[in-house]
C-alpha cells in the first residue's frame, strides 16, 4: 500500500512537470533586431524519405557542404556548431569571424571517425553523397546513433524553386527554434532579388545561355538545378533547360546547334575559370558558336551556384554578366 501510494504521488509529480512545461512561455531575446523565444518544442519535418523528430534543439551540429555550412551562419548558428567540412571556395567577409570559430574536421568529406569525435548531435549536408557508408554513414546508421541527419531538399530534387530554397531555410530555423531570423532572412533574400529585377532591361530579347561546369569529349551543364530558374529571372534563357535533370552530360555538336551568345563558366577545383576559357575558345567545335566568336563569358563560382544563401549575389552575377 506505501509503494502504491509512493508511485500515485510520483505521478502526480511527473503531471504537474508536463503540464507546467506545457503552459510555460519561453525567455525572449533579441538576435540582430529579431526576437526569439529559446523554448524547446518537438519539431517533426519531412526530409526526403525520412522523418526528423526533435525534441531538443540542436548544440552540437556539424555541416557538409559550404551552401548548408552558410545557411546555418546566415542564421546566427555558429554557436550550435562544432564542426564543418567541404568548402568550395571562401566564405562570405560577413560570415568569415564565425566560419573561423568552428573545427574544420576535414578539407573534404570527413571520415565517420573524426565525425564521431566531434560528438555531434545534428549533422546537415548539402549532397546526398555526403551521407554514405564509406564517409560519416548513412542517414539511418547515424539515426542508430542518435544523431538526427538533414539533407537539403532543394539540391535533391529536380527543378528546386527559389521557395524550394526558402523551405530549406524554414526546415532549419524550425529545427533550431530561430523562426524569426529564417523569415528575416528569406525577406531580405526576396528583397535582393526584387531590386536587381529592377536593373534588367525590358526591351532587349532573351539571350541564350550556355552554362558550362566542366568536361572534354562531353560538356557538363544546367538542366533544371537552380541556376536555370537565376538564369529565367535575369531575363535569359538556359538552352538546355528541356533536359531532366539537375545536372547532365550532352555534346558539342548539341551546343553548337543551340548557339549559345553567352557561356556561364562554373568556377571551382583546380582548374581554373580562365584555363576553362582558353578551353572553350580553342575547341575546334566551338569555332561558330556566338558566345565564341563575342568572347561573351561570365564566371560564376561554385559557391554561388548551390541552391543555399547567395541565390541574391547569383542573380547579380548574372544580371551583371548580360547587361
Known amino acids: 500500500m506505501k509503494k502504491l501510494l509512493q508511485k500515485a504521488i510520483l505521478g502526480l509529480g511527473v503531471a504537474a512537470i508536463v503540464v507546467a512545461c506545457s503552459e510555460a512561455v519561453g525567455t525572449n531575446q533579441q538576435v540582430n533586431g529579431v526576437e526569439e523565444t529559446s523554448q524547446n518544442e518537438v519539431v517533426e519535418i519531412q526530409n526526403g524519405d525520412h522523418t526528423l523528430t526533435i525534441s531538443e534543439v540542436p548544440t552540437r551540429a556539424v555541416t557538409l557542404n559550404q551552401h548548408v ?5 546566415a542564421l546566427g548558428l555558429e554557436d550550435h556548431m562544432v564542426g564543418t567540412a567541404y568548402l568550395d571556395d ?97 525577406s531580405e533574400l526576396d528583397d535582393d532579388i526584387e531590386q536587381l529585377k529592377k536593373r534588367i532591361p525590358s526591351d532587349q530579347s532573351e539571350a541564350r545561355v550556355f552554362i558550362y561546369d566542366s568536361g572534354d569529349t562531353a560538356p557538363f551543364t544546367v538542366g533544371q538545378n537552380f541556376l ?44 581554373t575559370a580562365d584555363q576553362k576559357r582558353h578551353q572553350l575558345l580553342t575547341h575546334p567545335a566551338l569555332t561558330d558558336v556566338t558566345a565564341i566568336k563575342d568572347e561573351n563569358f561570365i564566371v560564376l563560382p561554385l559557391s554561388s551556384a548551390a541552391e543555399g544563401v547567395r541565390v541574391a549575389k547569383a542573380l547579380e552575377i548574372v544580371v551583371e554578366g548580360l547587361y
Open 69 to 73: 555550412t552558410e545557411v546555418m551562419l
Open 90 to 186: 571562401e566564405v562570405l567577409p560577413e560570415w568569415k569571424e564565425a566560419y573561423e570559430s568552428i573545427p574544420v574536421l576535414a578539407k573534404r568529406s570527413p571520415s565517420q571517425e573524426a565525425f564521431l569525435d566531434v560528438e555531434p548531435d545534428f549533422a546537415y549536408a548539402g549532397w546526398s553523397s555526403a551521407f554514405n557508408e564509406e564517409g560519416i554513414g548513412s542517414i539511418e546508421q547515424l539515426q542508430s546513433f542518435g544523431i538526427n541527419a538533414y539533407l537539403h531538399q532543394s539540391s535533391t530534387i529536380v527543378g528546386p524553386t527559389l521557395e524550394d530554397i526558402y523551405d530549406d531555410i524554414r526546415n532549419i530555423a524550425k529545427i533550431f527554434n530561430v523562426r524569426g531570423r529564417g523569415e528575416a532572412l528569406i
Open 228 to 271: 536555370n530558374q537565376i538564369i529565367t529571372l535575369a531575363g535569359a534563357t538556359n538552352i538546355f533547360s528541356d533536359v531532366d535533370k539537375n545536372w547532365a552530360e550532352v555534346s558539342w555538336e548539341e551546343v553548337v546547334e543551340r548557339d549559345p551568345e553567352v557561356i556561364i563558366i562554373v568556377d571551382y577545383g583546380e582548374i
